[in-house]
Each structure stands twice: as structure tokens, then as C-alpha cells.
């Protein structure tokens, strides 16, 4: 609905004197269509009585800003205004009435004009029954520094009541527009009444039909977006971005267009969810920022959450997006699952003046939103906006009365909020206990027992007595064709190793250790841990995790092995008898000795699916966790020859191995000893510096223009982090040694990191080291790098497998 139609006249007219009725009202705005109304229609404007417009310019006048008969909360709001020496660009205006008006008449004759311009602002009117006021929402926030004049036509041919009644002038209003008397509250609400009637009298109005007008200056200060009336502000933010049903909605200037293509989805799957994520951080949006803004001091944008007090978050890395007028915050290390956080930016400055908040922060430190009644007492704001804002206020209330206890003026503040984090470990612990109503498959298929010797591998494996391998029937959420899970539970193949160590003490009850194999390698990586841990009389198992081994798939008919054998667009090989055929193998030195698949593990870190990562991440988890099962329930004796002791298990895993070893170890109640090689945490970090995989990131980035340095890149890997959170280590060690989940033990641990990994950055282990609260042991190969452990020629390698042997036996 526009404020002004094209066909209003602009014409000059002198004011003239009018009369005051006995009611408060001024009947003279045209005259009188029915001697007999009962009372005039006008707008409830008395400040004696506390009835006043909202906003207005005389709200900021001092004489007003405390003033005791005005609703304590206008005076909040109104002081929080004189900060920014005008209202939030984003606020509403709202018009007590005596009566709800006839929408129709609006047009036209309520006009909210830009003073410098003289062009009327476009938005919509509705009627607030609650609080019998009039609202006008722009339709779109209004000009920084700009000064609005409303302008309300009586008269005839102006606005009516329900009731057909003429909207007619007020006391205050006759006495300081038209008499133009001096009175302190003509000073303080019109102090240039001559300027206003300059304007009023450009749209046509006069003393004879003007029933109103008022002005309100905005805001040129800069701002921090936090609107009750327009969806913007910090994201994260359980008010602003919470819908209806709980669910989560995100942004659109988090999905810049660059990257729109490759985001679709995953702003689909992050809208599903109902908290927030724990390793992304926060966005806060500026508005009408200068550059450079400086944001990003320690003080100025902090977090906060109750343990058994208030407590700052530390630890937070800040940078400012100029071009987006964006600061995002992000923890160093994480914030802690499903835990109330909030959010605040104080003392912030900008070309001098204060930063200050649009109108939500007002809101929220403000006297209470719902009176003892349940009364709004904020202009203008809905019934469901007052109600969430209610239950705000209760969330941040502590906060803020700690922070005044601290110094902090709350009038300093320009952004406060809360958000719920999501709980990392709900979704495995759920996905776990479907895991275990399912009935184990025993049945071995295509199974091996024989010497090392006899399977070419006597160089690697001295010490170890019998190799058994074959493949075990798995449960998978993963769907074949788009590579990631769904509610479909399905069986699958996957190849397992066993060693079995020379001249045990009992062969009946051999410790065993479940290993985790690495990146791009397969379950028979075993076979470079298993000779040392068979010196110390320990058995190994392992299985291929998914895209791995006897797992991988093809993406073109030349990686399938066998003449005429095509792939499928399911990543199948398939003979050219149609039946199941295999990816192609590489050549192994020694006869009879291992091969792996040419392309293992290339579809484990899918880069422009992140949803796929998360899946595999999640599936590798259960799959271990099924392979813990298979070791404790299958009848080794009858299928080897040899007991295992698998009442307790202990686990050993290398670089993806490690990383989901640290995720499972505190949450599988069956393993007590974790050793970590060359593993780490926070895996979208992890990407982004890998020396061998960040290359693939940013090469995927550059085909759709994006550098490190855009909030595009920031915005990527935000959506990453949130979507990895669930599987991510960063999220779940805090709970392994310290802290346990509850009916899970607390675990031992041994963190092992190779200095200047070219996989797994060192930062990377080292915040595993930080969240676990458990210390790493260092080691400087000469060649080997990240694979040290399983090179027999290094000397770092021999070291770190002693330590290994050591773990496991002193914590038997």
C-alpha cells in the first residue's frame, strides 16, 4: 500500500486557528458529517497519560526520556534511540487510535514522507487490535540518517473510523501545530512547528484537514542488524532463525551466488535441523558500516554460556568481510554440544560515533516484553513476537545482570542473542542402538587361512603365525547411486584381515587390537602394524571401510578390471557376463602379496558433496563398530584354530583411522586403550590445510571463482563444519578421558603426531590433544612423513611402535 498516490496536491495554505472540544479532541480538521457521534476519532496522543506515538522525535528530547508518565518501556526504547541519536532504521511506526480506522481510507491520506527528498515511503498498514494502535511496516528499512514526516489527512475526504466517524486533530497536537503556543511540551514534541507545516502544506494539507503530523529521525550511525520486524540480524540466532516447527532456516547472504550451485542442497539438509552448529561460529551483519570497520578487538564480540556461572568463551578468531559489512567469529576449538550460548558486540565504535543495535537489543534488556497480564508493552510488535522475545529475555537476563555486575553499561550494547548447539553424539548413539537390534551374519564368504609365506607377505610378517581373511556381511545406510545414506538399512560385503601372532603364551585368549586403516589404503594395511604388535603377542583385525578396499567404486569402464567389464552407474563393475565384477587392482612385488584397488578411498572425501563426507564419515564409525561385534561374537576357535580375548578390545588407527578411532572412543563402551597415529581433529580444518588435500579444496573453489580470501570460501566451509560436526572428533574426545558419557568408562589414550605432516596438519593433532586433554608424543621422521609408522627402515617408525606396545601393555 503506498503512503501517497500520484494524484495529491501540492498547493500552499495558511494555518488557521481552531477550538478545542470538551473531549480532548479538535473537531474542526472539515467538518462534521453527524452532530450526534459520540466521540471524536483522533490519535491517542497525551504524554501526561502516557499515550504517545512510537517512535517520534519528541521521544529523545531529555525532558522526555525519563519522563514518569510515559510506559516504561517507550522510555527504554527511546533512551536506547538517543544513543544513535535517532530510531533503528528498521523500526516500525505505530499510531494509537480511539478507534480502528477503515483500512481503505489510509491511502492517501496517511503519508509517511522523507524530509529531505519529500518522497513518500512505500509499506503496509495493519491495525494491532491488542494494543489498538495502527502499524506501518516499510518495505524496506529506511534511509541511514534520514528524518520522516507523517502526515495524517481529516477532513471529508481523510481518514474515517469504523464507524464513519472523520479522524479529528488532538489537544497537544492544536495547541503546539496550529496555536503554536510555548509550552514545555510544544518545546519538547514540536520544536519547529513552521518547518513542519512547510511540508504539510507541499502534500495539500492545511489546518483545515491536517489531523496529524509528527517527525521521527533515523538513525545514521552504523548498525548491527537485529530487527524484530525484518528478517536480518547475527546468525546464529534461536529468535531470528528458528521457524514455526523448530526447525532451523538460514540466510540468503550466507549462500553467496558463486557458490549457490554447490550449496542447494546442503542449506536443505542444514534446514532439517533444530540447533546450531559447534564449530562454524557466528555471523554478525553491519549496516551502513564505514571502511575499514574495526571489529575485530577480543573485547568488542564475545560469547558467552552458563556452566555453574556466566563464562566467556575464549579462544574465538575474528575476521571482517568489508565489501559484506560481516564479522565472523569462529572458536579456535568448539563450542560445547547441545549448551545455551549468547552472543554480544559492546563498546563498538565507527568515524567516531557508536555503533549501536537496531531495535531487538533495546527490546531484550528492556522491562519485561509481557506485562503480569500478559500485556505487550513494546509498540507495534505481534503477539508470537512477544512471546519469543519473552522467553529471549528470560535466557539473556542472567547474562546481562552478570555483565553489569562486570561494568558493562547495557546501553553500550549493539548485538545480544542466544543459540542452542546441536549434541554431536545423539545421532551415532541412535544410529549404534538400530545397529545392535540387528542379527549378526557369521557367515564368512570367501575365506582364507594361511602362512604369511604362502601369501607373499613373509618380509612384513616374521613373527605373525597364520593370516585368515575374507569378506564380512555389514549393515550400510549408504545408497549406491547418490553415495550417501538414507533410512534404508542394507547389507554389504567388506573384506577383513586377521593375523595371528607366532608362539602365544595362550592360544585361546590372544588380546587382539582392532585396527583403523588410513586414507586411500584398504583393511590389509594391517599388515604394516601387525608384525610388531604379534612380537608383543597380539592378534590384529581389520575390515575395509567404505570406498575402500573391496569397497571402492568405479566412476569410468577403465578402472574395472577384466576385459569387457563396464561400470555402473551405481560405481559397480560388471562383467561382461553381467555378473558382480572389481575395481581394477594394482600390481604387488611379491607374489601371492596384496593388491589394492586403484581407487581406493578417492570417493571417501567427496569435496563438492559435503553431505556424501558426512555420510561415509558416520557409515566408517558404525562399520567399526559392527567390526568390534564380528570380533566379540564369531567362533574364531572352529574358523582359525586360536582364541581371541575380546572382552577387551584395544584399537589402533592411522591418519582416517585415528580420526574415527578418537570419534568412536567415547562412545563404544568395549574399547578401553586408544592409540592414535598421525590422527587429528576438526577435519573441515583439517581440508583446508592439509597439504595434500587442501589443494583439492581450493581447486574446486577456483571453478567457481572463489579464493581463500572471499566470504564465499568462509561460507563453504561454515556449511562443512556443520554438516561434519556430528562426526567430527573436535565434538566427542572431550568426553574420553575426561568427563565420560554416562555408562561409559573413561578411556586411555595415545596421541602420536609426525612434525610437518603433509596429510594430517600438526594444528590438527594438537587440537586433539587440547579437546582430549590428553599430551602427544612427537616424532621427526627423516623420510617417511606421515606413513612413518608402518616404515620398517625408520628409526621415528620403531620408536613410535614400542610406545605403541607399551600403551597397550600397560593398560592391559
Partial sequence: MSGCPEDVPKTEAAPKTSTETSDGGINDAGPAVDDHVAGPFHIRFAPGDGQVPYPMAGLLDTANLWRASLPEMVQHLSFFAKQGDGFPTTQVLTLPLTEKPQMSTLTGNLLVVNVETEATIDGEFFWHETREELVFTPGQPFAPGSELQILLRGGTTGIRSQTGEIL????????????????????????????????????????????FAYRVPITQHTEIQGSVYFTQGVFPDALHWTQADGRISIPQWLYPESIAAVSADVRAELETQTAFSL???????????????????????????????????SGLERQYYADAQLLHIRPSLTLEPARTYVYRAAELTDRGLAVVPQERVAILTGPDVLDSDGHIQVPGLSAESATQLAAAQTKVRPFITQWQADGLDPFSLSALGHFDTLSATDFLNARRDLLLQQELDLEFKNKSLDSPW???????????????????????????????????????????????????????????????????????????????????????????????????????????????????????????????????????????????????????????????????????????????????????????????????????????????????????????????????????????????????????????????????????????????????????????????????????????????????????????????????????????????????????????????????????
Fill in 454 to 812: 604362502n601369501r607373499g607377505l613373509w618380509p612384513l610378517l616374521n613373527d605373525v603365525e597364520t593370516v585368515y581373511t575374507g569378506e564380512a556381511t555389514l549393515h550400510s545406510w549408504l545408497e549406491p547411486n547418490s553415495r550417501r545414506a538414507d533410512d534404508t538399512l542394507r547389507q554389504v560385503q567388506t573384506e577383513f584381515v586377521l593375523t595371528i601372532p607366532e608362539d602365544v603364551a595362550d592360544p585361546g585368549n590372544i588380546p587382539v587390537v582392532l585396527f583403523g586403516h588410513g586414507i586411500n589404503t584398504s583393511a590389509e594395511l594391517a599388515y604394516g602394524v601387525a608384525n610388531f604388535l604379534a612380537d608383543a603377542g597380539y592378534a590384529v583385525f581389520a575390515i575395509d571401510l567404505p570406498y575402500h578396499g573391496m569397497r571402492s567404486v568405479c566412476t569410468s569402464d577403465a578402472q574395472c578390471a577384466g576385459w569387457g567389464s563396464s561400470c555402473r552407474g551405481d560405481g559397480q563393475c560388471i562383467n561382461d557376463d553381467n555378473s558382480l565384477g572389481r575395481v581394477r587392482k594394482s600390481p604387488n612385488l611379491f607374489s601371492g602379496g596384496p593388491q589394492v584397488a586403484i581407487t581406493t578411498g578417492t570417493h571417501f572425501f567427496e569435496i563438492d558433496d559435503i553431505i556424501a563426507t558426512r555420510d561415509h564419515f558416520s557409515q566408517a564409525l558404525l562399520d567399526q563398530m559392527q567390526a568390534l561385534r564380528i570380533l566379540q561374537n564369531a567362533d574364531w576357535v572352529t574358523l582359525t584354530g586360536y582364541g581371541l580375548k575380546t572382552d577387551q578390545v584395544s584399537y589402533l588407527g592411522i591418519s582416517l583411522g585415528s580420526i574415527l578411532g578418537a570419534s568412536l572412543s567415547p562412545i563404544e563402551p568395549d574399547i578401553q586403550n586408544f592409540a592414535f597415529n598421525v590422527g587429528g581433529a576438526d577435519v573441515a580444518r583439517l581440508l583446508q590445510n592439509s597439504t595434500a588435500l587442501s589443494l583439492v579444496l581450493a581447486d574446486f573453489l577456483r571453478q567457481y571463482d572463489v579464493e581463500e580470501t572471499d566470504l564465499a570460501y568462509t561460507a563453504y566451509t561454515y556449511f562443512a563444519r556443520w554438516m561434519l560436526d556430528v562426526i567430527d572428533p573436535i565434538n566427542f574426545v572431550q568426553h574420553t578421558k575426561q568427563n565420560p558419557l554416562s555408562g561409559i568408562p573413561a578411556k586411555n589414550a595415545l596421541i602420536q603426531m609426525c612434525d610437518n605432516d603433509l596429510v594430517v596438519p600438526n594444528i590438527t593433532t594438537q587440537l586433539l590433544s587440547e579437546r582430549m586433554g590428553q599430551s602427544y608424543e612427537s616424532f621427526s621422521p627423516l623420510l617417511s612423513n606421515h606413513g612413518f609408522l608402518v616404515d620398517p627402515t625408520s628409526i621415528s617408525g620403531a620408536s613410535a611402535r614400542n610406545q605403541i606396545v607399551d600403551f597397550f601393555n600397560q593398560n592391559p
Fill in 279 to 313: 564449530t562454524g561460529g557466528l555471523f554478525i551483519p553491519f549496516a551502513n558500516a564505514n571502511t575499514p570497520l574495526e571489529v575485530t578487538g577480543e573485547n568488542k564480540s564475545q560469547l558467552f554460556s552458563v556452566d555453574t556461572t556466566v563464562t566467556a568463551h
Fill in 168 to 211: 479529528s486533530t488532538t489537544a497537544l497536537f492544536h495547541d503546539c501545530m496550529i496555536a503554536q503556543r510555548a509550552t514545555e511540551e510544544c518545546e519538547a514534541f514540536y520544536p519547529n512547528p513552521d518547518e513542519e507545516w512547510g511540508l504539510a502544506q507541499s502534500f495539500g494539507l492545511s489546518s483545515d484537514n491536517l489531523a
